[in-house]
């Protein structure tokens, strides 16, 4: 006898959070109070009265076994330790690669690739693919494998300051380019996880390259295309854990580039984030809720852009209120730790310099790191949405809208530390500037913050300055593009 389990009425958005609805027009109450975007009730004449959770279940743990086990065997016939498999990776690419690409050329690409831009196992952060989900992908995938060598070369170029190498990179670049084209007029291969990996690292190539306007705009047109499968490849990209994180990090760049290009937020991003709240834990579902905010925040940015947007201020000042609320509502998972500081066992100078004011954070892991960032950014963009406006007129108002923006300033500044891994959650050991992920993630909100100061400023030069560390050291050449806009701009660039 199959169970027939009653079905709800209420809005996705409702049945998502498990609360009740009151199912009215246009959108129902609890939407209304939370600042969601409500996605409407459903057809109940349409839906078949069956309980598939098992049916899912199974689906999901298949999956997820699946993955598990082509890394096993994958590991099985090749060598035990993780360099040899390394290596095998690296022989079995030879055979796709071009002859003018020699084979310790390769390596050390691939080699520099899963040192600095992948993160080992161990670290269980949802936001990346781990070690040995890329080093499957790329075993598999010609397409991935192609642009993870790009993706490396390019890396080693700017740290070598190798125009050589760099031209090496660009010949990869172009030819993962045509592998990704002929995979996408193919319907499965379109949907695949390969595609939206090796998309994806070719995103991580124009920002490695970037160092023009049109740069960044290349790096836009990536995005748009991950944007664009993301939605191709629909629900079941969040059912097991390999499509879940490259989800959850492409959504990080794909918000990133609305809020910079002042666009709206891709609403399949938005729907997907909110589906994917039932397949995370209550607590790491907040980063899910934290997207349906951004989105209203990139959505005004947008409209004042156009000159769309009527009562500029109300509207900023109401979704700035409804983001403090959701920092109030953050359960311990994302706490973070402001420390005295900064510490000086075993850092050199250079690495002193990182430290903005004389305490840094401790997060839970990158992840958080970045979240908190994300919601400063918005925040910080809402609050200077209102000073540009010509609707204040209370001098009191301004003021503490300036002191909102340079308290949220402060705070990105002083993450830094953090996600360069200049001190780690536990703050036991000081590990130095050798892993490039957080100098990723950090750069957008760094620059948002720095925009919020004149030329000239403390905040802003100590920004450039970080950059062009950055941009030496971890060889990633939008933090140079940024540098060079942030010294030779007097205003904030839209």
């Given at each position: ?189 379109r949907k695949s996880d390969a595609t939206l990996a090796a998309t994806m690292l070719l995103g991580m190539f124009e920002v490695l390259t970037c160092n023009t306007p049109s740069s960044l705009e290349s790096w836009a047109q990536h995005i748009r295309g991950a ?220 620059y948002v913050a720095a925009n919020t100061n004149p030329l000239g400023s403390t905040l802003r030069e100590w920004v450039v300055e970080r950059f062009e560390t950055i941009g030496n050291d971890m060889g990633i050449g939008q933090a140079h593009f940024m540098a ?11």
């Amino acid at each position: 006898m199959v169970y027939q389990p009653r079905i709800s009425k209420g809005c996705g958005n409702c049945r998502t959070r498990r609360i009740k609805c009151d199912r009215a027009e246009p959108t129902c109450s609890q939407c209304v109070r939370a600042f969601f975007s409500c996605p409407g009730y459903r057809d109940l004449q349409q839906l078949h009265y069956r309980n598939e959770n098992e049916k899912v279940r199974f689906r999901v743990r298949s999956a997820q076994y699946s993955t598990e086990r082509q890394v096993g065997l994958a590991k099985e016939t090749g060598p035990q330790s993780r360099q040899a498999f390394k290596a095998a990776v690296v022989a079995q690419s030879l055979q796709s690669l071009p002859a003018s690409l020699s084979s310790s050329t390769s390596a050390e690409s691939v080699g520099f690739f899963f040192r600095y831009y992948v993160l080992e196992d161990g670290h269980n952060i949802p936001i990346y693919l781990s070690a040995s989900q890329m080093e499957v992908l790329a075993a598999n995938s010609p397409s991935v494998m192609q642009s993870l060598v790009a993706v490396g070369l390019a890396g080693l170029s700017n740290i070598k300051k190798s125009p050589d190498l760099m031209s090496k990179a660009t010949e990869e670049y172009t030819r993962a380019l045509h592998l990704i084209n002929g995979a996408l007029k193919d319907e499965a291969q379109r949907k695949s996880d390969a595609t939206l990996a090796a998309t994806m690292l070719l995103g991580m190539f124009e920002v490695l390259t970037c160092n023009t306007p049109s740069s960044l705009e290349s790096w836009a047109q990536h995005i748009r295309g991950a944007s664009a499968l993301i939605e191709m490849r629909g629900a079941e990209q969040i059912k097991w854990i390999v499509g879940m994180r490259m989800f959850t990090h492409l959504r990080v760049q794909i918000i990133a580039s609305c809020l910079h290009w002042r666009l709206s937020i891709p609403a399949s991003i938005v729907h997907w984030s909110l589906q994917a709240m039932t397949e995370r834990s209550v607590a790491d579902a907040k980063a899910d809720e934290l997207v349906d905010l951004v989105a209203h925040v990139a959505r005004l940015l947008s409209q004042a852009r156009m000159n769309l947007a009527s009562d500029i201020v109300s509207s900023a000042a109401t979704i700035d209120r409804y983001l403090r609320q959701w920092r109030q509502t953050l359960p311990p998972r994302w706490a973070y730790q402001t420390v005295p500081g900064p510490p000086v066992r075993n850092r050199s100078p250079s690495h002193i310099k990182f430290y903005y004011t004389h305490v840094y954070h401790i997060y839970p892991d990158l992840w958080a790191c970045n979240i908190w960032n994300f919601y400063r950014s918005a925040r910080i963009l809402l609050n200077q949405l209102m000073l540009n406006s010509a609707e204040i007129g209370d001098q009191a108002e301004n003021v503490q809208i300036r002191e909102t923006v340079a308290q949220l300033s402060t705070e990105i500044a002083e993450s830094v530390p953090f996600a360069l891994k200049l001190v780690d959650s536990r703050a036991t050991n000081f590990p130095s500037l050798d892993h490039c992920l957080g100098g990723f993630t950090i750069l957008w909100p760094l620059y948002v913050a720095a925009n919020t100061n004149p030329l000239g400023s403390t905040l802003r030069e100590w920004v450039v300055e970080r950059f062009e560390t950055i941009g030496n050291d971890m060889g990633i050449g939008q933090a140079h593009f940024m540098a060079r806009t942030l010294r030779n701009t007097c205003a904030p660039v839209p």
